[in-house]
């Protein structure tokens, strides 16, 4: 289970190597471009938040934490959806990327 870590102060999102690898190349990408956009989950564990939204922005530090040493394999097609989705709203909804708590 990989980590995204968002501005180096929340707890990271929990998120299989293979997504994340995927995610890492769609975040980057806008980010490369100076695209700001809105992220979107539903935390796991027993915390206040059942939803969370942050604003991903160039200037906010992002880590990707992989378990795995070797480099998951990437789907264009899987990157090209995301990327459909994530244009048409404005908005990385990661609910149906996610696995369930």
Same mark, same amino acid.
């Given at each position: 289970?990989?980590? !995204?870590r968002?501005d180096?102060?929340s707890?990271?999102?929990?998120?299989?190597d293979?997504?994340?690898?995927h !995610?890492?190349?769609?975040?980057?990408?806008k980010?490369?471009?100076?695209?700001?956009?809105m992220?979107?989950?539903?935390?796991?564990?027993d915390?206040?938040?059942? *939803?969370?939204?942050?604003w991903i922005?160039?200037?906010?530090?992002?880590?990707?934490?992989?378990?795995d040493?070797? %480099?998951p394999p990437?789907d264009?097609? *899987? %990157?090209?959806?995301?990327?459909?989705?994530?244009?048409?709203?404005?908005?990385?909804?990661?609910?149906?990327?996610?696995?369930?708590?």
């Amino acid at each position: 289970m990989g980590r !995204l870590r968002y501005d180096g102060i929340s707890d990271p999102i929990l998120i299989e190597d293979a997504t994340l690898a995927h !995610l890492k190349i769609v975040i980057a990408t806008k980010l490369r471009r100076q695209e700001s956009f809105m992220m979107t989950w539903r935390p796991r564990g027993d915390g206040p938040d059942k *939803r969370a939204t942050v604003w991903i922005h160039p200037a906010i530090p992002l880590q990707f934490g992989f378990d795995d040493e070797e %480099i998951p394999p990437v789907d264009p097609h *899987r %990157i090209a959806e995301l990327m459909r989705l994530l244009n048409a709203s404005g908005e990385l909804v990661l609910d149906h990327v996610l696995l369930p708590s």
